[in-house]
């Protein structure tokens, strides 16, 4: 299972990449002239030459890959008071709840949902002991003090349990500083049902 894409309401990750192209450039040129620096220096103490290596230029552009990577993975959670992005990421103890046409519950269930973020990607995925799923697209919306994450899914039933592969939607409201989440959800292609779901971060 691999991380896809996901959106963000309200946030420019085409702004945050022209911040990052700007601090390559800075870091590139300030790192010029510091090679430049340390050259005379070499040459003016007689220094080794394998110590010129502090001089060889590094492009914008690699630093520019190597702020990316770093923002992508860890950055954009230190910068969170900035971006106001959640950080959902983790293990949730999830309880659900299948109801009929008439809103009454059928039966209860439970499950582990587990959520890998990164700054571009997101996978959510949940196992019970019937079936698993993951998601295929998902977006995150901001809600007042909550966060909305609505994401489709596919879901697969484990070897002899009398399911059907199925697709599937939820939306979930994030609340309590991102420990706990609530909210809906609804199958349908192979399987037409729809419940409730709440989330508590393990």
Same mark, same amino acid.
């Given at each position: 299972?691999?991380?896809?894409?996901?959106?963000?309401v +309200?946030?420019?990750r085409?702004?945050? +990449?022209?911040?990052?192209?700007?601090?390559?450039?800075?870091?590139s040129?300030?790192?010029v002239?510091?090679?430049?620096?340390?050259?005379?220096?070499?040459?003016?103490?007689?220094?080794?030459?394998?110590?010129?290596?502090?001089?060889?230029?590094?492009?914008?552009?690699?630093?520019?890959v190597?702020?990316?990577?770093?923002?992508? $993975?860890?950055?954009?959670?230190?910068?969170?008071?900035?971006?106001?992005?959640?950080?959902?990421?983790?293990?949730?103890?999830?309880?659900?709840?299948?109801r009929?046409?008439?809103?009454?519950v059928?039966?209860?269930?439970?499950?582990?949902?587990?959520?890998?973020?990164?700054?571009? $990607?997101? @996978?959510?995925?949940?196992?019970?002991?019937?079936?698993?799923?993951?998601?295929?697209?998902?977006?995150?919306?901001?809600?007042g003090?909550?966060?909305?994450?609505?994401?489709?899914? @596919?879901?697969?039933?484990?070897?002899?349990?009398?399911?059907?592969?199925?697709l599937?939607?939820?939306?979930?409201?994030?609340?309590? $500083?991102? $420990?706990r989440?609530?909210?809906?959800?609804?199958?349908?292609? +192979?399987?037409?049902?729809?419940? @409730?779901?709440?989330?508590?971060?393990?």
């Amino acid at each position: 299972m691999t991380d896809h894409e996901y959106s963000v309401v +309200g946030h420019s990750r085409s702004q945050i +990449g022209r911040y990052l192209a700007i601090a390559a450039a800075l870091a590139s040129s300030a790192l010029v002239a510091l090679g430049t620096w340390w050259s005379q220096i070499v040459v003016q103490f007689g220094l080794p030459p394998w110590s010129n290596f502090v001089a060889t230029p590094v492009s914008a552009a690699a630093i520019y890959v190597s702020l990316h990577f770093l923002f992508n $993975k860890w950055g954009w959670c230190i910068a969170f008071y900035f971006l106001g992005l959640p950080n959902i990421s983790g293990t949730w103890a999830c309880s659900g709840e299948t109801r009929g046409d008439d809103n009454a519950v059928i039966y209860e269930w439970n499950g582990t949902v587990t959520i890998s973020q990164t700054w571009e $990607k997101i @996978r959510v995925t949940l196992r019970t002991e019937q079936s698993s799923s993951r998601s295929v697209s998902a977006a995150l919306i901001p809600d007042g003090d909550r966060w909305m994450l609505m994401y489709s899914y @596919r879901n697969e039933p484990r070897a002899g349990e009398p399911l059907n592969p199925h697709l599937g939607y939820c939306e979930l409201s994030f609340l309590s $500083k991102y $420990k706990r989440a609530e909210g809906d959800y609804f199958t349908a292609r +192979g399987r037409g049902s729809f419940g @409730r779901m709440t989330l508590e971060r393990v």
